[in-house]
């Protein structure tokens, strides 16, 4: 295989784009949270604080705020985008910890600018500050190692906060989900991929291309790091066969459609996944939303009464919704992933490429699937 077949896969698409990657808010605050307690412990902050990502990268943090009094240290980090458009770029991101006695745990608290979780659907309980589950193990994993390493139990109270994190959730969709307060504190990954929708097109296509000259002909458009984790477990797939859609389905299947591929496997969230099958072919929250009478019309077809079609149309999210049919036995997400799949044939217009789709939730679990058609 050429150097040029090698350079394949979503780490080459994010290289074939040029753009600049960044850190998430749950890296900052993982970061923020490993530097207060150290200091907690030893007395000093380490600047840069290093941290480990869920993938092995161990990215250096500067730090931007250094305060250790009355038991409690709080330090904070300026979020870096990198060159995503992200309303969050050059937030003050914060920790503040404080020891708790031994046995108590790790336990979260929002502090000013994080949100409040309101409504069901998410995947946080109803009044648990808005510090999604990964952000939060990655926090927890850190605090383990500093604790090994310099003598402490673990036992703290983390407050995570943002500077004008209200205000700044108000051009997000925190409010509408019903998250009060201010913005949530999220990442996989811990990078934030930067999106520059010709450069990401681009490199979905050069993607394409480099399967093929590879000699793959069984290719996996995700969503992103967890379908994609999804897609190499159920089918083997090679990296050089990933392709890392992000919100541009409809940019793979219609380079798909010109340059065909035996198969497509279409992996992503079930929310983004019921707006393709709606027939939206960009899943981005900005353009396009969940359609809950979609899902709704749906669920009547899957068996379920009127009743809990008429919950699913004012659902607060499509998990929400997935979950209730779940309770009731509606297989909601089929529904959508055969749906999914028969909108993506129609784009492909008639071109020799068998598909499947496959809907996961946040954690990879796979809540729908379609048959290869």
């Not at 279409?266 to 983004?272: P, W």
Request: with cysteine; net charge negative; hydrophobic share 45%.
């Amino acid at each position: 295989m050429s150097s040029e077949q090698a350079q394949g896969g979503r780490s080459a698409q994010l290289k074939h784009t040029g753009l600049r990657p960044g850190w998430t808010t749950g890296a900052c605050a993982t970061a923020a949270t490993t530097a207060a307690y150290t200091a907690l412990l030893t007395g000093e902050f380490p600047d840069p604080v290093t941290i480990t990502l869920p993938r092995g990268q161990t990215p250096a943090f500067a730090l931007a705020v250094e305060e250790l009094a009355d038991g409690r240290a709080t330090a904070g980090v300026v979020k870096d985008a990198g060159d995503d458009p992200d309303v969050t770029h050059g937030a003050l991101v914060r920790s503040t910890v404080r020891l708790l006695p031994p046995g108590s745990g790790v336990v979260f608290r929002a502090g000013p600018g994080v949100g409040t979780v309101t409504l069901p659907g998410l995947p946080l309980d109803v009044g648990e500050p808005a510090i999604n589950p990964v952000p939060r193990q990655m926090m927890r994993d850190h605090v383990a190692r500093v604790a090994a390493e310099h003598g402490g139990t673990g036992d703290v109270e983390i407050t995570v906060s943002v500077d004008d994190g209200e205000e700044i959730a108000r051009f997000t969709w925190n409010i509408r989900l019903g998250i009060l307060g201010g913005l949530s504190i999220l990442g996989t990954t811990g990078v934030v991929v930067p999106y520059s929708c010709s450069a990401w097109i681009d490199s979905i296509r050069r993607g394409v291309d480099v399967a093929l000259a590879a000699g793959h002909r069984h290719v996996a458009g995700c969503t992103g790091s967890t379908s994609e984790k999804t897609v190499v477990a159920e089918y083997g797939l090679p990296e050089i066969a990933l392709l890392d859609m992000g919100d541009f389905a409809g940019a793979v299947l219609k380079y798909v459609r010109r340059h065909p591929v035996e198969r497509l496997t279409v992996c992503g969230g079930f929310a983004k996944l019921s707006k393709l099958a709606a027939g939206h072919l960009d899943l981005h929250s900005g353009r396009s939303q969940v359609d809950k009478p979609f899902l709704a019309r749906l669920a009547r077809q899957g068996g379920a009464s009127e009743e809990l079609a008429a919950e699913i149309e004012v659902a607060n999210t499509g998990l929400a919704a997935l979950q209730m049919c779940a309770a009731a036995g509606v297989p909601l997400g089929d529904l959508v992933a055969v749906a999914a799949r028969d909108q993506a044939l129609s784009v492909l217009r008639g071109a020799p490429v068998a598909v499947d789709v496959i809907c996961v939730d946040r954690a990879g679990t796979v809540v729908g699937r379609s048959a290869v058609r």
